[in-house]
Nanobody, 123 residues
Framework: QVQLVESGGGLVQAGDSLRLSCVAS????????MGWFRQAPGKERKFVAS????????YYVDSVKGRFTISRDDAAHTVYLQMDSLKPEDTAVYYC????????????????WGRGTQVTVSS
């Protein structure tokens, strides 16, 4: 059983940056594909970014390409989401997730989830 704990959210202004972190425990972190999803108020949870086992492949939703960067540190059991040039439409609860697949963009393929961290971007 893998436990995931996100941190780094907050209230920022448009154009600012945040770095989200997700620390994993209770499993073999290096064997999981990792992803970030977000859920805005009244909306479905949606894919943001994912990174493969060993970090060789990364995928992003089109709306964050060029602004967000996902990375992982297997020694620290941590996955990061660097978010630059934030926009009000990025406001959401951000969730970290782990999949036994090599990498995935599909919410249904993720087996373990954190509780989320709130990101609010004011205009």
């Amino acid at each position: 059983q893998v436990q995931l704990v996100e941190s780094g959210g907050g209230l920022v202004q448009a154009g600012d940056s945040l770095r989200l972190s997700c620390v994993a425990s209770g499993g073999t972190f290096s064997s999981y594909g990792m992803g970030w999803f977000r859920q805005a108020p009244g909306k479905e949870r949606k894919f943001v970014a994912s990174i493969s086992v060993r970090g060789g492949s990364m995928y992003y939703v089109d709306s964050v390409k060029g602004r967000f960067t996902i990375s992982r540190d297997d020694a620290a059991h941590t996955v990061y989401l660097q978010m630059d040039s934030l926009k009000p439409e990025d406001t959401a609860v951000y969730y970290c997730a782990a999949t036994t697949s090599h990498v995935s963009k599909m919410l249904a393929e993720y087996d373990y989830w954190g509780r989320g961290t709130q990101v609010t971007v004011s205009s």
